[in-house]
C-alpha cells in the first residue's frame, strides 16, 4: 500500500512541476530544464506528464522529450511486468 501512496504522491509533484514549465513557457519566464522533467519521469511520475503532455498540449511536439518520456514508460511497464511475473513464482514455489 505504501507504494501506491508513493506513486500518488510522486505523480501529484511532477504534474505541478510540468504544468510549472508550461506555466513559464506562456510567460516567457526561465523554464524547468528537461533534465528534471525526466528525473520526475523516472521517479515514477511519467503517468501524470504523459496525460498533461496531450491534455496541456505542452512537450507532445517535441521528438527527443517524447522519445525519452515513451521510452521512460516502457521500462516502468516492463519492471511492472518482471516484478509482479517474479512475485507470482515466489509465491507459488513457497
Same mark, same amino acid.
Given at each position: 500500500?505504501?507504494?501506491?501512496?508513493?506513486?500518488i504522491? %510522486?505523480n501529484?509533484l511532477s504534474? !505541478? @512541476?510540468f504544468?510549472v514549465d508550461?506555466?513559464?513557457a @506562456?510567460?516567457?519566464r526561465?523554464?524547468v530544464?528537461? +533534465?528534471? !522533467?525526466?528525473?520526475f519521469?523516472m521517479a =515514477? =511520475?511519467? $503517468? #501524470? %506528464?504523459?496525460l498533461l503532455?496531450?491534455g496541456?498540449?505542452?512537450k507532445n511536439?517535441? +521528438? #527527443?522529450y517524447?522519445?525519452? #518520456?515513451?521510452?521512460?514508460?516502457?521500462v516502468w511497464i !516492463? @519492471?511492472? $511486468?518482471?516484478?509482479?511475473l !517474479? #512475485?507470482? @513464482?515466489l %509465491?507459488?514455489?513457497?
Open positions: 500500500m505504501l507504494i501506491v501512496y508513493y506513486l504522491t %510522486i501529484i504534474a !505541478l @512541476v504544468y508550461k506555466w513559464n @506562456v510567460k516567457k526561465r523554464r530544464p528537461e +533534465a528534471t !522533467l525526466h528525473l519521469e =515514477g =511520475g511519467i $503517468f #501524470s %506528464i504523459l503532455m496531450y496541456m498540449r505542452h511536439r517535441k +521528438a #527527443s517524447f522519445i525519452v #518520456s515513451y521510452l521512460i514508460l516502457i !516492463l @519492471v511492472y $511486468f518482471n516484478f509482479d !517474479l #512475485s507470482n @513464482v %509465491i507459488t514455489k513457497f
